[in-house]
């Protein structure tokens, strides 16, 4: 499961020797790639256009609810086998959330998580950091869309203006994004480029930002106390216990250093 504003292209971007969706494959694995919904592979819907509002209206809530469970359970009845899960990023994040709530983690083998996702409060990045700031629950009302696409002009206008900001250094955008990465070349990043960033939904950017500010893992705020106790019963929006993750499940966690030099 791929990182937010990505698909499942990304695992399969470098060449064969290095890209992990390659070296399962030939590791004799059968390798199962998703891809998020509002993304190139994953846009249609049984009802819905992309262009309207309601077929925006999700945030990564619902990945852990519906999405992640329907593909591991679409993998276990053509398989009929557990699956190992991996995951990056936010497909950590989805993945932690579901565990901590009993779904699909009696279902898996393990579960690999590369740069794992929970609190981000720690957050350092610059432009990371800002756009936490500015994804905030009136944005989508102000920019009248619920659909979050970097390349289109509302979202190319969001990161202009960010660039703005003393200490952004939008000529190395993923690295201000990110922070920086010792396995990525100038080169190897003009191919991600070409296929990435994918679109997600701009309650999905609201949500991360929520989880940022807040320092809690918790559901989708909606900030009105009556909405959520509409939603969940209760005036806060529950959050997500990592301790109920069972302790006997093969749990992988990596994430990258800083080399000498």
Not at 82 to 96: I, N, Q
Request: with cysteine; proline share 7%.
């Amino acid at each position: 499961m791929h990182a937010c504003m990505q698909d499942g292209m990304t695992w399969l971007l470098s060449s064969p020797e290095e890209s992990l969706a390659y070296i399962l494959a030939d590791s004799g694995f059968d390798v199962w790639v998703a891809n998020n919904r509002g993304t190139r592979w994953s846009s249609r819907h049984v009802s819905l256009d992309s262009s309207s509002r309601r077929y925006w209206d999700w945030s990564w809530d619902d990945l852990v609810v519906n999405d992640m469970p329907s593909m591991v359970d679409y993998i276990c009845s053509h398989t009929a086998q557990k699956p190992h899960f991996l995951g990056h990023s936010m497909g950590t994040l989805v993945a932690l959330a579901a565990f901590s709530e009993g779904r699909t983690v009696d279902k898996l083998k393990s579960a690999a998580l590369l740069t794992p996702v929970a609190y981000l409060s720690h957050m350092t990045t610059p432009l990371g950091i800002l756009l936490a700031k500015a994804f905030v629950g009136e944005l989508i009302t102000i920019l009248g869309v619920a659909e979050f696409n970097p390349v289109t002009p509302a979202g190319a206008g969001l990161f202009k203006e960010l660039c703005r900001h003393p200490g952004t250094n939008c000529y190395d955008l993923l690295t201000d994004f990110t922070g920086k990465n010792y396995c990525l070349n100038s080169s190897a990043v003009d191919v991600f480029l070409q296929y990435e960033p994918q679109p997600t939904s701009t309650k999905t950017m609201v949500h991360l930002a929520q989880t940022f500010r807040d320092g809690v893992l918790s559901k989708y705020d909606y900030v009105w106390p009556g909405v959520n106790v509409e939603k969940y019963g209760q005036p806060d929006p529950p959050a997500y216990n990592m301790s109920n993750i069972p302790p006997g499940f093969p749990l992988f966690l990596s994430y990258g250093g800083r080399r000498a030099g």
